[in-house]
C-alpha cells in the first residue's frame, strides 16, 4: 500500500446490496465483521481505488 492510496474493502449482503468500507490496514476490519455473519454473503478483500464510488463499482465487479 503506497501512502497517498485510499483503501476499501466491501462485501455483498444477503438482501444483495454493496457494503463498501474504509480500510485502514488493520486486517480484523473485515475478517471480524464478515466471519461467522450470516449477513455477509462474498467478501471483497482491501484493494486501493480512488473514490467511494469506484470502490463500489471495483467490489460490484468482483462479487458478480
Not at 16 to 44: M, S
Amino acid at each position: 500500500m503506497k501512502n497517498n492510496e485510499i483503501m476499501w474493502w466491501g462485501y455483498l449482503h444477503q438482501n444483495n446490496t454493496i457494503q463498501v468500507k474504509r480500510w485502514f490496514g488493520d486486517h480484523e476490519d473485515y475478517r471480524g465483521d464478515c466471519i461467522g455473519n450470516p449477513f455477509v454473503q462474498r467478501v471483497v478483500e482491501p484493494f486501493a481505488a480512488p473514490t467511494r464510488e469506484e470502490a463500489i463499482k471495483i467490489i460490484t465487479r468482483k462479487v458478480e
